[in-house]
């Protein structure tokens, strides 16, 4: 399959993922430059990578929304095709309205880079099929803006239609208060469109995919996004 | 050669401008004699940022040239470009240098502390390397007071603001917190970056007719005299009223900048590029020129300026950030647009390569400046004193004192959790969890003695990388001191699997004008000399940080060393805390019960006296040569060298750093100078029983001493007759230190 990274000015994880999915998953991957003004055909999925686009000024995403390339992947998406948005990609994903809610400052006002655990709470999607049943991922966060905020209807509304991926939770798999590390609503850590074809998700798998790094618990999603397109 | 006459003055210059701009009478009539004519504004404003402390290094750079600055390594020398440049082998090279920060992060920290690691990032990448990791050396005056809570917070966001947005990881530090550094806090950052042997770039100026571009930010009125009068004397009741001398920094216009310029650099349109740090314009068209044997004219009103009507003066002296100096290959002026455009950085032309030797400015159509580039710096006209030094007074009181005299009421288990918990030794989470610590994918673990990265570039190989200095050491014995620092740092990158091949040095000293501050300065730099010489780890640059003082009070003498070792098998590497339940601890090293400048000195008597331990060089590197082989034959679980709290501390260390695993540990004495004594070349190391014998033999190999101290258990922290207590415990006081002193305070 082929994957595709978007590169927009002050993106820095760009490479990141562009090495999980070429490197350690082992597929095809494509830099796209935020100017440009198409997709190119035969792109299965679009990485939307962590960083600071357009040095988060105004406020994280807000302008990359509006980049030439961004209608593209607003279209991509409403094709059917798959979007991942990682830290600031799903802070762009809720600023373009392919995802509802927003990210807020963290609680404690500053920016926080530890592992996390999370918990699946949605294991047949597309980015989850293909995780451990019940597996505990211990996945990294580095943001200072990942606080998930939404409307009580819209949070009711995401878990009735099972549309949240990822909830933190601590080692053992409990969502308790004292594993949410940004005061998130719900300890929600990544959710998905309503057609199940975008995530968004403030957590860094692509920081994970190399055991080398001292663990690979973050493969597993983007191996689900291939397993899926077999 | 003559030189102009009637050159543009805004204003007539005197010797009370001189001073003003930061120069001695002294200097000021070497410059009248040397140009044969009153200089103007500008030109006087030139010479004085470059003749100044900080870019002129006219009071170090004699001694630091008996410091050994060559080796097989070396692909550079020390002070020949931007930054150091070591040889990895494989076709690539590690680029790397620490920079002091510490005036303008002490009035204003936040902007301080940001456009410290801009400035030591653009130093990385202005070579053509691609910046893999950022690390700092921090100190603060005590936690107590709430100026200093106000300082570390501020200092540790704008380093998180910056290398996070920049997107370098931010990986290792080390932070020590002393009244000493009270009035005068040290921001030391360090950036490391890798390029291909053959791929960099140079910091010369050559081609006549070459075109000279600005390349970045426009140019404003910040940071003017950041160099020579901020960072060039001590702090004093005038200090406040410089803020406006701290440079603004913007690090997505860096992250554009590196980008631009890295690709500038591959598409081989560029001849020389150097950084705008201290001293903008004047420091980068002055070296270029000079180091390029060439000359420079420049119209500074071609400049992009955030102010229109900015003097000549202003612009040449302005320490705006995130700008770069590039002489580009005649025709080849399109596609370095053509690149800078793509990255949406502006680029500007501002002058041409001349072959006079003269650095010619114009402003408003009129010559402001002719100058012959070699007299302004470092090398060529730039002073180099000899300074007198004298042995300090204070050393006969430290130096004598009766350590056997003194005693406490309080327990070995008392004094143990003091120390523990003391805002120097507890958990430093707090600051790194602000830091990104991974982006790029490289940081193997940041939690042994020296950070370890993996290298993508060379599969399998990796570097570690640490600073250290123990400042009380130096402060005990300069020359002593700066030795341990120097073996402390190889001794870190040891303790992960790593061989030491380079440092980088950050000198932070008071007045270099004071004898005894200069004494200090002469011995740490003969100390870290005969160390640099014995591990083979050449210095390959860095900075000297003077006149870090305030009311007469200067701060003890820190010469920071930034160590770079390298690792041949990434997948051999070894961490500081215990890994497997039933391991044997053994302690490798000597018993010489040293307390002379020890944190149990400081936090149970409030003293910093004594003589600092003894370094013995031989045995320094018998020890490394003990533990890489250790780590090479995979004997070794965990590797922890035994530094400040003694072998107490270093033990729990080594619990918390596991976060599950206890030990049971059975000392031969539990005197307090044995247990919380700071002897150095020791290392803590737990392992398989069944491999014990192998790693006795290495050490008899070696005539290292090794003991057998205790095992790793999977419950308690005991210390057979002085504590036992729950690793829970040992955690909870470990990490809540210097978070309740930080939040304690916060206003909800």
Known sequence: MKFAVVVFPGSNCDHDAYHAVSKNLGEKAHFLWHKDTSIPDGIDCVILPGGFSYGDYLRCGAIARFSPLMKEVVNFASKGGYVIGICNGFQILTESGLLPGALLRNQNLSFICKDTFLKTINTKSVFTSNLEIEKILRIPIAHGEGNFFAEDDVIKKLEDDDRIAFKYCNEVGEIVESSNPNGSVKNIAGILNANGNVLGMMPHPERYSDSILGCNDGLGIFESILNNLK | ?748
């Open chain 2, 1 to 748: 050669m003559k030189l102009a006459e009637h050159l543009y003055s805004e204003v007539e210059v005197s010797l009370e401008t001189a001073i003003e701009c930061g120069l001695t009478e002294n200097e000021y009539k070497l410059i009248t004699d040397f140009l044969g004519r009153t200089p103007t504004y500008t030109e006087i404003g030139i010479y004085g940022v470059m003749w100044s402390e900080h870019c002129s290094y006219k009071n170090s750079i004699k001694l630091l040239k008996t410091l050994p600055r060559s080796g097989p390594r070396l692909l550079v020398g020390a002070g020949e470009e931007n930054a150091g440049l070591v040889d990895i082998g494989d076709g690539y090279a590690i680029c790397f240098k620490i920079e002091s920060h510490n005036h303008p992060s002490a009035i204003e920290p936040f902007q301080g502390a940001a456009t410290g690691v801009g400035g030591i990032l653009r130093d990385i990448f202005s070579m053509g390397a691609r910046p893999i990791a950022a690390l700092n050396s921090l100190r603060f005056g005590n936690l107590d007071s709430d100026r200093i809570k106000f300082l570390l917070r501020g200092v540790v966001a704008g380093i998180s603001h910056y290398g996070n947005c920049f997107g370098v990881p931010t990986v290792a530090g080390e932070i020590y917190f002393d009244d000493c550094y009270h009035d005068n806090p040290l921001i030391n950052a360090m950036a490391v970056g890798i390029v291909k042997v053959g791929a960099t770039a140079t910091a010369s100026a050559t081609g006549l007719g070459n075109p000279v571009f600005i390349v970045g930010s426009s140019t404003g009125r910040d940071g003017i005299h950041g160099a020579s009068l901020l960072a060039s004397r001590e702090f004093d009741e005038k200090t406040e009223d410089m803020r406006p001398t701290v440079q603004v920094g913007d690090p997505f216009a860096e992250k554009l900048l590196l980008e631009a310029t890295l690709e500038l650099i591959k598409a081989d349109v560029v001849v020389g590029v150097q950084d705008m740090g201290a001293a903008g314009i004047c420091c980068s068209t002055s070296e270029m020129s000079a180091k390029g044997e060439s000359g420079m004219s420049v119209d500074l009103d071609k400049v992009p300026l955030r102010e229109s009507d900015m003097s000549a003066y202003e612009i040449m002296l302005s320490e705006s950030q995130e700008r770069m100096l590039f002489i580009i290959a005649q025709g080849k002026e399109d596609e370095a647009i053509r690149i800078c455009k793509k990255w949406d950085v502006p680029i500007t032309q501002i002058g041409n390569i001349t072959d006079d030797g003269l650095l010619k400015i114009y402003r408003n159509g009129k010559q402001v400046c002719e100058l012959i580039s070699d007299h302004l710096v470092l090398g060529g006209g730039a002073p180099q004193n000899d300074r007198d030094s004298i042995i300090p007074e204070y050393l006969k009181e430290t130096s004598t004192f009766d350590l056997s005299t003194l005693s406490t009421d309080l327990s070995s288990e008392e004094i143990f959790w003091k120390i523990l918990s003391s805002p120097t030794i507890a958990s430093k989470r707090w600051i790194f969890e602000q830091y990104d610590s991974q982006v790029r994918t490289n940081t193997v673990t940041i939690k042994g003695d020296a950070a370890v990265m993996r290298l993508k570039e060379l599969p399998g190989k990796g570097i570690a990388v640490t600073t250290d200095c123990n400042s009380k050491y130096v402060y005990l014995n300069p020359y002593e001191g700066a030795k341990i620092a120097v073996a402390e740092a190889a001794r870190n990158v040891v303790c992960t699997g790593a061989k030491p091949v380079a440092i980088t040095n950050c000198l932070n000293f008071g007045n270099p004008y004071d004898k005894e501050v200069y004494w200090q300065f002469k011995e740490a730099v003969r100390g870290m000399g005969d160390a640099c010489r014995h591990f083979d780890t050449p210095v390959t640059g860095g900075n000297v940080s003077f006149h870090n003082e305030s009311r007469n009070h200067a701060i003890y003498p820190t010469p920071t060393i930034g160590m770079l070792g390298l690792i041949d098998d990434i997948s051999k590497v070894v961490g500081s805390g215990f890994r497997n339940e039933g391991d044997i601890i053994c302690l490798l090293g000597n018993d010489r019960e040293e307390i002379g400048g020890s944190e149990y000195l400081k936090q149970i008597f409030g003293l910093i006296t004594g003589e600092s331990p003894i370094l013995d060089l031989n045995e320094e590197s018998r020890l490394h040569k003990t533990i890489l082989t250790a780590i090479d034959k995979s004997l070794l679980s965990s590797a922890h060298d035994c530094s400040e709290g003694g072998i107490a501390i270093t033990l729990a260390e080594k619990a918390l750093t596991s976060k599950i695993f206890g030990a049971e540990i059975e000392l031969q004495s539990l005197n307090n100078e044995y247990i919380f004594g700071e002897s150095q070349s020791r290392v803590i190391v737990s392992l398989p029983t069944d491999k014990h014998y192998l790693l006795e033999e290495i050490c008899n190999d070696n005539t290292v001493s090794i003991r057998i101290i205790g095992k790793v258990t999977n419950s308690n922290f005991t210390i057979n007759g002085l504590l036992s207590t729950s690793v829970e415990k040992l955690y909870s006081i470990y990490e809540n230190t210097i978070p309740d002193l930080m939040e304690g305070d916060r206003i909800n």
